[in-house]
């Protein structure tokens, strides 16, 4: 599946103001293909093969300066994901809730400037449905 922006003077315009990273100016832009990897030149996944759900997750992982990060009540464990440490309280603690867990919100030592791009751009999303702590914007 291609995913294809057609760009017409007010959407340019639109997306441009919004973001000030990207500002094609004719035709059309083919940003990212489902099965290709990162567009981020300088990311190591760039020969990986993604889907909508593992750029997702890879994005989240990499190209986010703020990260959601849960940490076990019990035994201070931390995941980046909600789902393992739903599984950790089930496997170890014998309670499958994350309610044993604290969402934290930390700087991303693992960061790579994605610079021109967004998430919202690679996915297609309107700016307002953007995720939270989408701290990728340039003024």
Not at 29 to 39: D, I, K, R, Y
Not at 45 to 50: T, Y
Not at 67 to 72: A, M, N
Not at 79 to 85: G, T
């Given at each position: 599946?291609?995913?294809i922006f057609?760009i ?5 315009f639109?997306h441009?103001?919004y973001y ?6 004719t035709?059309t ?11 981020v030149a300088?990311c190591a ?6 889907n909508?759900a593992?750029?997702?997750r ?7 300066k703020v ?6 009540l019990?035994c201070?464990?931390t ?7 739903i599984k950790?309280?089930?496997m170890?603690?014998g309670?499958a809730?994350a309610?044993?867990a604290?969402?934290?919100v930390s700087?991303?030592?693992?960061y ?6 967004t998430?919202e751009?690679?996915?297609g ?6 995720l939270?702590?989408?701290s990728n914007l340039?003024a």
């Open positions: 599946m291609i995913l057609p017409s003077a007010a959407n340019a639109n441009a103001s000030n990273t990207f500002r094609p100016t035709g832009t083919a940003v990212w293909t489902q099965g290709s990897g990162c567009p300088s996944a760039a020969a990986c093969s993604f909508k593992t750029l997702r890879h994005w989240i992982a990499t190209h986010r990260v959601t990060r849960y940490r076990c019990k201070q464990l995941r980046k994901r909600r789902s393992d440490m950790h309280t089930s170890r603690h309670v809730t309610d044993f604290k969402e934290e700087v991303n030592h693992q790579q400037d994605p610079y021109p791009y998430l751009m690679l996915l999303a309107k700016p307002e449905e953007a939270p702590y989408e340039r």
